[in-house]
């Protein structure tokens, strides 16, 4: 079993900054990617941006430029600096990783955060 626990989300005013955290724990051998999902009510979820193990980073159009993901391998962390934030960012937030449970494992497993509120508001 992995868990992953989030923090970091909050309520900001329009052009402030948040930074989300998300620490993975349990059996891991070795993570690949990490990254993160954001659903606001009555939308599809959007994957907002991703980070291989090689440190390849991917955003959202939506996203880029604003937010910079980033992860710490030794601390199996991935985290979500979002600067400029936009009343259209509100939503929940929730990290994943993509990892291998043992070594030999040829299995990919994802394992899911339990989500983060992140309100943008005036």
């Known amino acids: 079993q992995v868990q992953l626990v989030e923090s970091g989300g909050g309520l900001v005013q329009p052009g402030g900054s948040l930074r989300l955290s998300c620490a993975a724990s349990g059996s891991i051998f070795s993570i690949n990617t990490m990254g993160w999902y954001r659903q606001a009510p009555g939308k599809e979820r959007e994957l907002v941006a991703w980070i291989t193990s090689g440190g390849i980073t991917n955003y959202a159009d939506s996203v880029k430029g604003r937010f910079t993901i980033s992860r710490d391998n030794a601390k199996n962390t991935v985290y979500l600096q979002m600067n400029s934030l936009k009343p259209e960012d509100t939503a929940v937030y929730y990290c994943?990783?993509?990892?291998?449970?043992?070594?030999?494992?040829?299995?990919?497993?994802?394992?899911w955060g339990q989500g983060t509120q992140v309100t943008v508001s005036s």
């Open positions: 994943f990783v993509n990892y291998r449970a043992r070594l030999g494992d040829h299995q990919i497993r994802s394992s």
